[in-house]
Nanobody, 128 residues
Framework: HVQLVESGGGSVQAGGSSRLSCAASEVIDSSNCMGWFRQRPGKEREGVAV???????RYVDSVKGRFTISKDNTKNILYLQMNNLSLEDTTMYYC???????????????????????WGQGTQVTVS
């Protein structure tokens, strides 16, 4: 049974920082792409950042230079460090993992939510 459990988030002032964590069950490891998505009300789920199986990271343009995705493979925890937060970053954030091992999603497909089978329950980030 695959579990992705997010933590972090909460309320933060504009310009501040927050870190999200996602603890993955043992089935998910460094051979699976993992990423962060967010979904605003009435909008489609948006890819925020991903770590590919080769360790490369990709970001949506709106967070480049502000957010950093990383993974501790020894603890199997995915992180999203968010700096210089703005009101537009307010929404639910979801951790996701590709069920296919050794698959690199690449620049075209990394942000398509349909490529990720496993999802966390989401954590709210509110910037004010």
């Amino acid at each position: 049974h695959v579990q992705l459990v997010e933590s972090g988030g909460g309320s933060v002032q504009a310009g501040g920082s927050s870190r999200l964590s996602c603890a993955a069950s043992e089935v998910i490891d460094s051979s699976n792409c993992m990423g962060w998505f967010r979904q605003r009300p009435g909008k489609e789920r948006e890819g925020v950042a991903v770590i590919e199986i080769d360790g490369n990271s990709r970001y949506v343009d709106s967070v480049k230079g502000r957010f950093t995705i990383s993974k501790d493979n020894t603890k199997n925890i995915l992180y999203l460090q968010m700096n210089n937060l703005s009101l537009e970053d307010t929404t639910m954030y979801y951790c996701a993992a590709d069920s296919l091992r050794y698959r690199s999603l690449g620049a075209v497909n990394w942000d398509f939510a349909g490529n990720y089978e496993y999802w966390g329950q989401g954590t709210q980030v509110t910037v004010s």
